[in-house]
């Protein structure tokens, strides 16, 4: 049986592109990347009108659950 692996970035914490490497296998995903040939969105979860969360999927199989979206 495969183990389905999470991984949680805070987009705040990665460079000012937003671009980051996997945790897994290092695959660079990047918002401005809309092929979907790196990674697919599974899920958006909002707060109100805002973004809260985003929960991609890489190509590896990882789950990434993005935050940092919403400002303190």
Same mark, same amino acid.
């Given at each position: 049986?495969? @183990? +389905? ?5 805070? +987009?705040? $914490?990665?460079? @000012?592109?937003? #671009? ?6 290092? #695959? !660079?995903?990047?918002? #401005?990347?809309?092929?979907? &040939? !790196?990674?697919? %969105? ?6 109100? &009108?805002?973004?809260?969360?985003? %929960? %991609?999927?890489? $190509? ?5 659950? +993005? !935050?940092?979206? +919403? $400002?303190?």
């Amino acid at each position: 049986m495969k @183990r +389905l692996m999470l991984y949680e970035i805070d +987009l705040t $914490k990665t460079d @000012r592109t937003g #671009a980051f490497p996997c945790p897994k296998c290092g #695959a !660079v995903i990047s918002p #401005a990347d809309e092929s979907q &040939n !790196v990674y697919s %969105i599974l899920e958006k979860k909002l707060k109100g &009108n805002s973004l809260e969360k985003l %929960i %991609i999927q890489c $190509k590896c199989g990882s789950e990434i659950h +993005l !935050v940092g979206f +919403l $400002k303190p």
